[in-house]
């Protein structure tokens, strides 16, 4: 039997101005635009391996080795959309194998834990896209692709692109001129890093999805925030990535991810994303700032307790510095030369900190989705 396969890697993206609310929740139609860093794939990624053959009888989907239900309406979007993409190659080249009408077979692996607010469905769906695209021959325009990962989760349309990247609202009710576009590439600023402060690799307490619908319909504050603060912040944001002025990017970060967070408590009942430690943290950022005189970190949270915090590898030294003093005691600082890292000391902190803290996972700004020859079987 021939098997046609194809294999793609795909990055996490965690944003620095947050999406949160749907106007279209079946079609993942957001409620503002948003920025994203796409993080190396050297340290967090998935890689799927897509497979198809007229003698598949069924659609199938292995997570992590584990055969998951593709019943779920958003990833049948996403399958469907990919399909027609096909079908219109194949109706312009009569040769064409008709994979179109094929089932798949589907296997993906993420290197980093499932649904514990590290993205993992930003990566695996903006994976899912890329390889069947690569599988199908699809054009290669990531913003039309991008289009597609969105139906899977908003937020992996942004995993298409390397670098920064931008995540247009769009106004159409059929989503046509909802996707994601680049901002500036890796190389445009590529010492850009993020510690990742794992407080939790439990899966999250109050799903994204639910979360925004509940946001959406209760808290008075979130009208403010998609009607004043965002759009004006996107401007911002965007022009603080093309100056790498980090001293803005690091403040409208910081600003964004505690609109996002005080959307979440404003809700009713109230959501609850950020624990003592997360509170910590953001105390400890803000006084190595003040220490310097000026930002050279910024902290910023998903739905959960997990924090990351950028910097600009200049002031590494200082960072990692201050991380090191209170988490050396962490797994994940094997990849750094402990020497080069100043010692910083901030008053007051609870020397127990680290206690919260599972692990420490330290990236840098990276890549879009990539081919690769790597092959995953069931
Ligand atoms: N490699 C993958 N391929 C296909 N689907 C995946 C993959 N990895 C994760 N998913 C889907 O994403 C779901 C997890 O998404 P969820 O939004 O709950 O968590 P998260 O992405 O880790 O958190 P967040 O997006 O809030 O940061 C999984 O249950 C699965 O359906
Ligand atoms: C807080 C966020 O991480 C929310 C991400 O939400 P998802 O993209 O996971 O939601 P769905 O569209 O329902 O799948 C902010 C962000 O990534 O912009």
């Known amino acids: 039997m021939t098997v046609y396969t194809a294999s793609c890697t795909a990055p996490v993206n965690i944003a620095t101005l947050k999406y949160w609310g749907k106007r279209d929740k079946s079609l993942n139609l957001p409620t503002n635009s948003s920025i994203s860093v796409t993080l190396s794939q050297k340290d967090l990624r998935t890689l799927t391996t897509a497979s198809t053959s007229s003698e598949f009888t069924e659609d199938k989907l292995w997570l992590n080795g584990k055969l998951e239900s593709l019943e779920s309406p958003r990833t049948k979007a996403c399958l469907q959309d990919l399909r027609k993409l096909r079908a219109q190659v194949e109706s312009s080249n009569a040769e064409l194998p008709k994979l179109s009408t094929y089932k798949l077979h589907i296997v993906s692996e993420n290197n980093f834990p499932t649904a514990a607010g590290l993205a993992s469905s930003a990566a695996g769906f903006a994976a899912l896209v890329s390889s069947i695209a690569k599988l199908y021959k699809l054009p290669e325009d990531m913003s039309e692709l991008s289009k597609i990962a969105r139906k899977g989760s908003g937020s992996a349309c942004r995993s298409l692109f390397g670098g920064f990247v931008a995540w247009e609202m769009g106004e159409l009710t059929n989503g046509e001129d909802s996707k994601a576009v680049e901002v500036a590439p890796l190389s445009h600023w590529p010492t850009l890093k993020a510690a990742i402060l794992v407080v939790s690799d439990d899966k999250k307490d109050t799903p994204s999805t639910s979360g925004m619908q509940l946001t959406v319909g209760t808290s008075d504050l979130f009208q403010h925030r998609i009607k004043e603060v965002v759009p004006a912040r996107f401007e911002e944001m965007k022009k603080s990535i093309i100056a790498k002025d980090f001293e803005k990017f690091g403040e409208l970060t910081m600003k964004d991810s505690n609109s996002f967070h005080a959307v979440c408590l404003d809700s009713y009942p109230p959501i609850f994303y950020l624990n003592d430690t997360s509170k910590k943290i953001i105390k400890l950022i803000h006084k190595l700032n003040e220490l310097e005189g000026k930002i050279i970190a910024a902290y910023t949270f998903d739905a959960g307790p997990n924090a990351v915090i950028y910097y600009d590898e ?65």
């Open 314 to 378: 200049v002031n590494e030294s200082k960072v990692l510095g201050l991380l090191h003093n209170y988490f050396s005691k962490l797994g994940g600082w094997e990849s750094k030369d402990l020497t080069k890292l100043t010692k910083v000391e901030i008053e007051g902190t609870d020397d127990e900190i680290y206690k919260g803290v599972s692990r420490i996972i330290l990236t840098s700004i990276g890549e879009g989705p990539q081919e690769t020859n790597e092959i995953l079987t069931i």
